[in-house]
């Protein structure tokens, strides 16, 4: 059974920082690309950023490039999103999410993944 959990969210200022955690376990972590994603209060689930298979090529929402790093440790099975310059709009549920098929590149499409976490609340305030 494949299981994603998320960890890392919490209460942070504007402008500050939050690196969330995804541990994966179920199946070959290292074979499969990862994506994050995030849903806040009255919206959609939107895109964040994603990572390849390798950890070679990532891509980002226009709204976090530049604050927002994807990272993967594949021989620890986790999937990092490093939160710099937190704004408030930034606030939502962010969730893991993995790939339905292996060696794939990455992807904005949450139709792509086929696993995902519980989520993680980050919720940023003065």
């Known amino acids: 059974q494949v299981q994603l959990v998320e960890s890392g969210g919490g209460l942070v200022q504007p402008g500050g920082s939050l690196r969330l955690s995804c541990a994966t376990s179920?199946?070959?972590?290292?074979?499969?690309?990862m994506g994050w994603f995030r849903q806040a209060p009255g919206k959609e689930r939107e895109f964040v950023a994603t990572?390849?298979?390798?950890?070679?090529?990532?891509d980002y929402a226009d709204s976090v490039k530049g604050r927002f790093t994807i990272s993967r440790d594949n021989a620890k099975n986790t999937v990092y999103l490093q939160m710099n310059s937190l704004k408030p709009e930034d606030t939502a549920v962010y969730y893991c999410?993995?790939?339905?098929?292996?060696?794939?590149?990455?992807?904005?499409?949450?139709?792509?993944?086929?696993?995902w976490g519980q989520g993680t609340q980050v919720t940023v305030s003065s």
């Open positions: 179920g199946r070959t972590f290292s074979s499969y690309a």
């Open positions: 990572i390849n298979w390798s950890g070679r090529s990532t």
């Open positions: 999410a993995g790939a339905t098929s292996q060696y794939g590149s990455t992807s904005k499409r949450a139709s792509r993944y086929a696993y």
